[in-house]
């Protein structure tokens, strides 16, 4: 088949869509389509990409207006006219490159981690259940670069971080358990609107806002916030 692709550049000084035509095979992916620019076209492009398998996270792209991870995402979908951009709410560094900076020191803020001596205790496979969705997140970014309440307020820990939080909160291996549901607070996870375009977006299905809700419901169980506090009480303009 044959498409025309229409990419958003961004550079220094630069800003604009470089335009494409090619013959792609019926099986590739937006990933195969952007190498095969690079590789034959236009060597200049940048975009990023590790595994071609859906467990890096770092090829997400907005293709047709759509966040997806160009690795897993075939170019079928899209009919014969494509336009590729990076995704929204986060900082461009060159054409499809997006700086995951920003959410990993979020990561590293919150300690969002298990120690060694946590990680070897044994769990329960209903404890495993109930954390496996937070464990499958592969920190994408396409959730937060969806996410409206990100933009408008830097209270909201945002849905990526939330996501890989729940662990840590329902995981009885942790040993710091407590401390974290305190923690949680500052995370803001009542300001979350339930817009669901999280949940849509996420090319796991890991259905964040269905984690962030739960979020919310353990800080009112634990008194720690009221129930009017939700909806938007903390947020700034
Ligand atoms: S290249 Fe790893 S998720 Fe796409």
Redesign the pocket.
């Known amino acids: 088949m044959w498409v025309k692709v229409r990419i958003k550049l961004n550079r220094e000084n630069f800003k604009d869509y470089a335009y494409f035509s090619l013959e792609l095979n019926r099986n590739s992916t937006l ?1 195969d389509m952007l190498v095969k620019i690079k590789e034959e076209i236009d060597q200049s492009l940048a975009f ?13 792209v907005k293709a047709n207006g759509r966040p997806v ?4 995402t075939k170019v079928l979908v899209f009919g014969e006219e494509i336009t590729v951009e990076p995704i929204d709410n986060v900082l461009v560094i060159k054409d499809l490159v997006v700086d995951h900076e920003f959410l990993y020191n979020k990561l590293k803020l919150w300690k969002v981690w298990y120690n060694a001596e946590e990680e070897d205790k044994k769990v329960n496979a209903s404890v495993l259940k109930r954390i496996e969705k937070s464990h499958e997140c ?1 920190l ?1 970014g396409i959730c937060d670069s969806v996410c409206p309440v990100l933009t408008a307020s830097s209270y909201f820990g945002g849905p990526t971080l939330l996501t890989r939080y729940y662990k840590l909160l329902f995981d009885i291996r942790n040993t710091a358990q407590e401390e974290k549901v305190q923690n949680l607070k500052n995370l803001n996870p009542q300001l979350c609107t339930h817009c669901m375009n999280c949940s849509f977006a996420c ?1 796991k299905k890991l259905m964040p806002e269905a984690l962030i809700k739960e979020e919310e419901n353990l800080l009112q169980e634990k008194g720690i916030i009221k129930r009017e506090e939700g909806n938007f009480g903390f947020l700034e303009f």
């Open positions: 990933l990023r990409s590790m595994c071609r398998a859906g467990i890096c996270g770092t090829c997400a991870l160009a690795c897993s592969i994408c090319p």
